[in-house]
């Protein structure tokens, strides 16, 4: 069946926009942070959002069918919702096989593809519309080979997973555009490729190509030209140490930033193993790095703040540049400012 | 298509014993090197080979078809040549037909998948035997934890790619076992997954899931076992540092032995990178592992010498101790007795 169905890899293509956003049945607003994140940074790329009856999300944009979507220029819908087990529910297929039938694109980060629901996938066939599988990467069969290349690239790294390494690289990359320097987000993870509208589902590619699928994200550059890219898991998280490895090798930065949340206080998901220390993490990562880009440093650390009030944060942050001599900001308040004037 | 061929996945099977090699029509012997190197491990498993016409190896064991490697008792086909882009040609499928119309299944660790073929999926379907394909593994979506467990794990790791890692881990296991010490063969590639009729084929899996795979092929065991475990890659090799680490956090070794190619120049595929100084490969391997084994430390170093004559060797071997203060052998030569004296 797989092969009658036309489906395209991420690591080649782009996600069309403008996009209608299918929040569907949501049961509360976390099961759609995907598409909260995507209108945070691309609501001009969004028009319109599509909910199904009892739908707890509003992400406060048009609420329009596909035929109105479609009417207004829409070009894929994103499938911004996480239910439960990744699988498709029933409601969802009369939309989506609709969706199709008025010439859009899906773009599904679910498990679950969409050409196994038999009456999406035959919709697809007569569709001028594509279903994209984000978490399916096909094509990328290249080895790194790990030599120079030209261009700048920046990486975000983690002390753990979920510290604001995608939310940090959006804001650099938005602050270097702000200045007229020539920048480009670099996605790795679901919820930026959809932003972007282009990337590398990372952490769902055939181990061999985890470095080679980086460096085709952010190849060659003119030499004034900076690439952000959008940093996973962390180096120190035994479930996800190698595909950081391999992203960091991949990617070849010249500069990395630490992104960090002062509150956690054990690795996610695993209670019994705590946070490790800013130094060390900084460490290890610069002597990874080093093998493939000898002049890499740090530039700055961004910090997640949510959870400490004003004095508790300004406190830390004024630590933290004493500790380390690096610009030390939380970037979802103040933009990445300090750290883009470190990096220029 | 790809549902209604029973496919097994290698993690969580084995491959059935005795095997019918698959030579097919190899054009020299290095094509057949898999061949060679399960013969090497366990002839006593290899009923017989299928050679077609112009085949130019012989791996000196009963020529057979597969009626009669059904009648004496094989189970499965091994592939065991590979061919140009790794696609399957016409002159093999009568005979792998042939093959599961005698019942036998078919262990395939090409590229191209088995199921593929029209023809040999039909007669999969009516057949007994399966189609097991070696670099598809699938079921395995196990998140490491990176808690610690029970019993003994040692490790093979190396300077570069092919030092020796799976001839090392064998050699070592067959010595544990000689001296009656319980031990067990962990396979992480192609080769070492046919010689031991199980294992993870790491290089392939979903990047997410490389640490959890090796977590789950060596499980908690009894206090007094050794699992010995097949490495992959280097962690100084910038194409597949990223498996490296992963295998290496799965493992979570307490002895890791350092294979090494004394005349090698360069890393393997990358004329540019020199051979990393086996003190930095044994540090950086230290310092990744120790996040999940505070206790790990190196046994000994297997080193290939095959390039050096007799009095280059022994010098080269006798510089290595005097500067590591470890046991260092070719196990090709004296089957890693040095390292196990070291070990226990």
């Not at 030599?147 to 604001?164: A, I, K, M, Q, Y």
């Not at 193993?273 to 990874?288: A, C, F, G, K, T």
Request: net charge negative.
């Amino acid at each position: 069946m797989s092969e009658l169905v036309s489906i395209t890899s991420t690591i080649d293509m782009k996600i069309d926009k403008p996009y209608l956003i299918f929040v569907g049945d949501a049961p509360d607003e976390l099961a759609a942070k995907t598409s909260f994140g995507v209108v945070d940074w691309c609501k001009e790329d969004c028009i319109g959002q599509f909910r199904l009856p009892g739908c707890a999300a509003d992400l406060k944009i048009p609420d329009l069918n596909m035929e109105q979507a479609a009417e207004r220029g829409a070009r894929t819908v994103l499938i911004g919702v996480a239910n439960r087990g990744g699988v498709i529910p029933e409601s969802w297929i009369v939309p989506l096989t609709q969706a199709l039938k008025c010439g859009l694109s899906i773009a599904n980060g679910l498990h679950t593809p969409m050409n196994s629901i038999p009456a999406i996938s035959d919709a697809a066939k007569s569709s001028v519309g594509t279903l994209i599988e984000v978490r399916k990467p096909s094509g990328a069969d290249h080895i790194a080979t790990g030599e120079p290349r030209s261009g700048h690239r920046l990486l975000t790294v983690g002390t753990d997973c979920s510290v604001g390494k995608m939310y940090t690289a959006l804001a650099l990359t938005r602050e270097l555009k702000n200045r007229n320097i020539p920048a480009d987000f670099r996605a790795t993870g679901q919820t930026g490729i959809f932003i972007e509208g282009s990337g590398v589902p990372v952490d769902a590619m055939v181990a061999d190509f985890i470095s080679g699928s980086v460096e085709q994200l952010c190849p060659a550059a003119d030499p004034a030209h900076w690439d952000v890219i959008e940093g996973q898991g962390s180096l120190h998280h035994p479930s996800f140490a190698g595909v950081s490895l391999g992203l960091l090798h991949g990617a070849q930065p010249d500069a990395l930033v630490l992104c960090h949340e002062p509150t956690r206080t054990n690795m996610r998901g695993l209670p019994n193993r705590s946070i490790p220390d800013i130094s060390e993490v900084m460490e290890s990562n610069l002597q990874s790095a080093r093998m493939v880009q000898p002049k890499v440093k740090f530039v700055g650390i961004a910090v997640n703040t949510k959870h400490l009030d004003e004095s508790a944060r300004n406190a830390y942050l004024t630590g933290l540049e004493d500790n380390h001599q690096l610009p030390c900001e939380d970037p979802f308040l103040t933009g990445g400012k300090s750290i883009v004037d470190q990096l220029v």
